[in-house]
């Protein structure tokens, strides 16, 4: 149980690593190709590699299970929960964008008690609470410089989390490789029919830089642009499986902390290739929720302690 508790730790952080690298390359593109024609070149890019792994862990056939309906469900929240991302990256800078991402761990820990049953203690929620204080202090309500985006990375958070839950209660049967061939899928059915819709409405400038890089019509991209969106295919496959088996290994309220790793990357990728520099309020606010999901984490260690060490002389 320990090493599996290990590798799952070990698969999210490197995951979180990365999924990481889509956001520079994804923000690159916002400003002439709508989010579904990235999306869509991701997933086809990913399709023959995850066929490949899925083949080689547990074979094509296993992409038939009996709990396709969930499978799908599951998937399409990813996509749900990717796309509203994407969209808020057009907007926002990273540091900003992945700071308000980070409530997903407080999320998971809140929504591990009702939907899987983990007991979640009253500190846990309390924290929770205290990374929303944190997502207030980057907001600034008052201050004249809020953008309707930043809500765009919260739903973003929310659904991720929802979706990972998912994932560990249906991780007994499905593999990690299934959940991404699924995921992928998703992104891709999901691009093109999103697309058609505004296509067919006629919908192609709203205005604001989410919404444009949403309704904004398919062009030829340029060989430089066609790379950048390529190369999300390969980072997504890894990265899909990763957290995937990292969520099916290791039980949701203590594996999900470990996403706060990402903070050191998506800031750096915006300093490094767009000059962001992270403000005041964005530091302290990610200060709060990265905090608030930290003391959670312990909390929940030492609440599970003393009942582990009895359970193993019982189960011995």
Known sequence: MQNRMVLGVLSLCLGVLVFSLQDPLVKAVSGGYPVTEVMAIRAIVALPILIVIVQADVGLKALLSRRMSMLTLRAFIQFSSYTVYYLAIAALS??????????????IMALAGPYLGEHVSWRTLTTVLIGLVGVIVMLRPGAGLFDWAALLSLGSAFLYGFSQLMARRIGDTESSTVMAFYQNGAYLAGAVAVATVFHLAGITHAGHPSL??????WAWPTMPDFLKMAACGGVASAGMILLSQAYRMAPANRVATFEYTGILWSPLWGFLFFAEVPRATTVLGAALIIGAGLVALNGERRR?????????????
């Open 304 to 316: 599970n302690a003393a009942p582990a060490v009895a359970v193993t002389g019982d189960a011995i």
């Open 94 to 107: 990273l540091a900003d964008a992945i700071a308000l991402y980070f409530m997903a761990p407080l999320f």
């Open 212 to 217: 444009d890089f949403l309704v904004r019509p």
